[in-house]
């Protein structure tokens, strides 16, 4: 008789700290560590407007004074904000895996997840025109695009309320074909299984997509207990091995690990896209630094 | 089902124990993890098999025990009542040799009858089977449902049906199937089943022969009484057949019910053989009475050898040529080397051993270094009136002036005289086995008046036959009429009763457990 267990439950994922940390983060501007001629050129790449006018909205507080109408403002008095045909470089897509094998580790690797989502989402609604929140699987929520900074409270409920679901990696492909491709996509997943992921990144690549994979990490990944009698559960089929570990298994086991990660990585190289190996933190963890990568992918 | 020891179920209280006891203990740890399929290609990897799915090995290893316990306890699956003896009664009489409508005898057709049925017994069931009529036979278990040496129709029915049924049906479980043909009886039992094979018919047989056997002269004197039942008289033929001369072939009507004897003389065969007398009646449906067979012993060619002194006068000569004229031989002198049939020797002393040369010997010393003793002048006081040899015998007018009982060797005694002290002292006796005999006299025949008597033909006859013993008997192979079996013309009316349905015993399932828990056992072998 299969046992049935509770799934991990995910901590807080926006709490107060965090919500403080990426607001003075988005506030205070990345502070990008590369060269003095690749800082201008992500600035000016950053700052840059251009694009098809399509219309005017209201301006909210946190929306960036540049891309106010002061024409407009002059004719009604009030402030709006220019609203531009979202390109491939005004915009960004977060596809988000919903999937159980996420709720593995300590914290969950899907805490890590969600906040590298609200840190990369914040940074496209401060920064860009647009942003576009896609996870398979989430039913009516499985697209969602946000515009403008004062979105950002709005993507946090967003993100908060996703739900988990088991669906294949090729899920995304249909999404994809429905909506189109806007801008540049950033895949986190665990990546548990590469091969899964190899048809999608094709088929993603061959529509012109640019794709950043995002894989953040856990101590799991690197390395098995080295003695114990541990039962291990699969979280997306409740499968499990009891498994009395020594030293010779922990050595099996380190083998196979890196050859997962080898695998992954290959996967990307194949497509020519990047894969981004980041250490998920803790979950009471809301130094700023920690996020630095990710400001980094997100502003290049 | 019940149990023969439902006590030792309480062993089935420990399993929870044992089942507390043998499972494993719980990981200590828990983790969740996406890599599942690297947990399981590293013990791959090392060769390792997963963990066995221990409980499922335990519940088959509790389940075996279970069934032991079970086995144990002694499971038995209650059987339904009924008999579970069955007792046969046979009629195998004489009677039952007589053909039925089918042409078969009533005897094989109720033997097939029985092997059939009993065939069709559950195992369980004990089968004894009882021969009623002739020999008395028992037979039980497999010989029984075989009807091995069952032997043919032959005898009376001795036995009461009724009351032996009545006896055994229903005793002990036991029930009884009386088989029988009707014939012979005042009526069929009422009590277990019953089956009847009548076979009515007219019958004629032979009752008895008597004969009248002159050996070692070839006539034989046959008196045969034959009987028939049939409506009305039954014509038929008498014949004598087998090792005699001249067949003799009698044709008569035999009346209903009455005895009519046939008388005839037959010459025999010397070298003798079975002779075969018959009677052949139309319509006769029981052939075994029909018959009366004997062996004849070969007939002598008796060459009378005479051994005497001058002095012992002409008696012993004349009582020579007496004996081969009774038993038509020839009287020869005894010389060394000479073959004779019979000797006879009238005084002197003779090495002869007695008992193992057939002689008739008359005041004859066998030992001549034996003494003599005292020669009595005795008077002859008795004589054995049984004796094959003086039976019918007039010895009253035996006088004997000089005798020497001394001289006689052991024998078997049948002339006494009386000595001296009143004692009774043996004057004759007869020494040998059933083959070969000697007669020996304690007097000479010039010493008595004996060959003057009427009798003493008779009893050198008697001695010559004696000295042949078994040889010169006749023997009768077939069997003695039955009394009662001969009338078949109304057999008793009678229903076949069925049997009634067997009881089913009680069934051990301890058996069955055991070998379900190997099972068991065997099947967590190949459970990983």
């Known amino acids: 008789m299969k046992r049935v267990r509770a799934l991990p439950v995910v901590p807080e994922r926006f709490p107060a700290g965090f919500r403080t940390m990426l607001r003075d983060l988005l506030a205070r501007g990345p502070k990008l560590r590369t060269g003095r001629t690749e800082q201008r050129r992500a600035q000016s790449r950053a700052l840059a407007q251009s694009g098809t006018f399509v219309g005017h909205r209201p301006y909210v507080c946190g929306d960036d004074l540049r891309r106010i109408d002061w024409a407009a403002c002059a004719r009604t008095g009030e402030l709006f904000v220019k609203l531009l045909e979202e390109e491939d470089r005004r915009t960004l897509t977060i596809l988000l895996d919903l999937s159980a094998s996420l709720l593995a580790g300590t914290p969950p690797r899907r805490l890590a997840a969600l906040r590298l989502a609200a840190v990369l989402g914040g940074l496209a609604l401060r920064r860009l025109d647009g942003l576009t929140i896609v996870a398979p699987g989430a039913g009516r929520a499985e697209a969602a695009t946000f515009a403008g900074a004062g979105d950002l409270d709005e993507l946090l409920r967003h993100l908060d309320a996703l739900p988990v679901a088991d669906v294949a990696p090729d899920a995304a492909i249909a999404t994809f074909a429905r909506r189109g491709v806007a801008g540049r996509i950033h895949w986190i997943s665990d990546f548990a299984e590469p091969r899964a992921f190899e048809v999608p990144l094709a088929a993603l690549r061959r529509r012109g997509a640019d794709v950043v994979g995002w894989l953040p990490t856990m101590p799991e990944d690197h390395g098995a207990p080295r003695r114990g009698y541990v039962e291990v559960i699969d979280p997306e089929n409740g499968a499990s091995l009891a498994v009395p570990v020594d030293d010779e298994l922990a050595a099996a086991m380190q083998r196979e690990l890196e050859l997962l990660a080898r695998r992954q990585a290959r996967l990307f190289a194949q497509t020519g896209c990047p894969l981004v190996r980041w250490a998920s933190p803790e979950a009471t963890d809301f130094r700023a630094a920690v996020w630095q990568d990710a400001i980094g992918w997100g502003l290049r | ?528």
């Open chain 2, 1 to 528: 089902m019940t149990w023969a020891e439902p006590s030792r179920l309480l062993w089935l209280l420990a399993l929870p124990i044992v089942y507390w006891l043998l499972l494993p203990p719980p990981p200590r740890e828990l983790r969740w993890t996406p890599h599942l399929a690297q947990w399981q290609a590293a013990l791959g990897s090392l060769r390792r098999r997963p963990p066995r799915r221990v409980g499922l090995r335990v519940v088959l290893l509790l389940l075996a025990a279970a069934a032991t316990v079970v086995a144990f306890a002694g499971p038995v699956l209650v059987g339904r009542p009924g008999p579970s003896r069955l007792v046969v009664l046979f009629d195998a009489s004489a009677s039952t040799g007589a053909r039925t409508a089918s042409g078969a005898p009533a005897f094989e057709v109720a033997s097939s009858l029985v092997r059939d049925r009993l065939a069709a017994l559950p195992p369980h069931v004990e089968v004894t089977l009882l021969r009623c009529g002739g020999p008395i036979l028992r037979r039980h278990g497999a010989s029984a449902k075989t009807m091995q040496d069952f032997g043919a129709p032959a005898g009376t029915l001795g036995a009461d049906l009724v009351a032996l049924a009545a006896s055994i049906d229903g005793r002990d479980d036991t029930v009884v199937w009386t088989v029988t043909d009707g014939q012979g009886q005042v009526r069929l039992p009422d009590a277990g089943a019953l089956s009847c094979i009548p076979a009515p018919g007219p019958n004629a047989a032979i009752v008895a022969v008597r004969v009248v056997d002159r050996w070692p002269l070839p006539t034989l004197s046959l008196a045969v009484d034959l009987v028939a039942f049939a409506d009305g008289p039954l014509a038929g033929i008498v014949r004598a057949t087998g090792a005699v001369a001249a067949p003799v072939e009698r044709a008569v009507s035999l009346p209903n019910g009455a005895v009519t004897t046939l008388e005839f003389d037959v010459e025999r065969r010397a070298e003798g053989g079975g002779i075969d007398v018959r009677v052949a009646a139309s319509g006769d449906v029981l052939p075994g009475d029909d018959a009366w067979i004997a062996d004849l012993p070969p007939l002598p060619a008796p060459r009378i050898g005479v051994l005497s002194d001058e002095e012992n006068g002409p008696f012993v000569q004349a009582a020579a040529q007496a004996l081969a004229e009774e038993v038509a031989g020839s009287v020869v002198r005894a010389r060394a080397g000479e073959s004779v049939g019979m000797l006879v020797v009238d005084g002197g002393a003779a090495p002869i051993e007695p008992g193992r040369v057939r002689a008739v010997c008359f005041g004859t010393r066998h030992d001549a270094a034996a003494p003599l003793g005292d020669a009595l002048e005795p008077r002859v006081v008795d004589w054995d009136r049984d004796h094959p040899l003086s039976v019918g015998l007039d010895l009253s007018e035996l006088r004997v002036a000089s005798a020497l009982p001394a001289a006689l060797p052991r024998g078997e005694p049948f002339l006494w005289a009386e000595g001296s002290g009143g004692e009774r002292l043996p004057l004759a006796v007869v020494v040998g086995d059933e083959r070969t005999a000697s007669v020996h006299f304690a007097f000479r025949l010039a010493d008595s008046n004996l060959p003057l008597l009427p009798a003493f033909p008779q009893l050198l006859r008697r001695a010559f036959v004696r000295a042949y013993g078994t040889g010169a008997a006749l023997a009768v192979r077939s069997p003695a009429a039955a009394a009662g079996e001969q009338d078949l013309r109304s057999p008793l009316p009678a229903a076949d009763r069925a049997l009634p349905p067997f009881g089913t015993p009680e069934r051990s399932l301890a058996q069955a457990f055991v070998l379900a828990g190997l099972v068991l056992l065997a099947l967590r072998a190949f459970v990983r």
